[in-house]
């Protein structure tokens, strides 16, 4: 079963949360919840704290697992919710879909630049595997875009 949440933006950054994010989207007004998504994080103690500790007080917020996420976002608590969901690779946007959340958008934010990735932006390079993840959402009819905070108009992303 699939489940649209027009207030949810999954952002892909790998600098996880950073000043873009903690001031530019949480403490603005822009959201109500800010979501780490990431089974890394999520099962190290000292990262989960550390990134805990770092979400502002004015947003609810958590660090979750990759299907800890699913499960949490099929509920209806988030459905009537601004929500920024942060993950780590475009993988991670691919695994959420598959497994039935529709977002309202999907943010590029930052993908660092290194070998066997593809220049997109000034802040976003994609891996091969970065590029095959867009496409098989972009066949589902989901738009991609590059933004970096609120204010910024977002750029659709064709791959």
């Avoid at 099962?43 to 805990?52: A, D, F, I, P, S």
């Avoid at 099929?74 to 601004?82: E, I, N, S, V």
């Avoid at 959340?101 to 000034?122: D, K, T, V, Y």
Wanted: aromatic letters at 4%; proline letters at 3%.
């Amino acid at each position: 079963m699939k489940i649209k949440i027009e207030g949810l933006i999954l952002r892909v950054d790998d600098r996880l949360l950073h000043g873009q994010i903690l001031i530019g989207w949480g403490m603005h007004g822009a959201i109500d919840d800010l979501y780490l998504i990431s089974d890394r994080i999520r099962h190290n103690e000292k990262e989960c704290r550390l990134y805990q500790s770092m979400i502002p007080a004015s947003v609810q917020g958590a660090i979750w697992g990759l299907q800890e996420s699913v499960t949490h976002l099929k509920t209806d608590a988030f459905h009537d919710r601004k929500i920024l969901a942060v993950v780590e690779h475009c993988s991670d946007l691919k695994f959420i879909v598959k497994a039935g959340i529709i977002p309202g958008e999907i943010h590029l934010g930052a993908l660092a630049h290194g070998e066997n990735r593809s220049e997109i932006s000034n802040c976003v390079a994609l891996s091969t595997e970065d590029q095959n993840a867009i496409q098989c959402l972009q066949k589902e009819g989901i738009q991609v875009c590059l933004r970096q905070l609120p204010s910024d108009e977002p750029i659709p992303l064709k791959i």
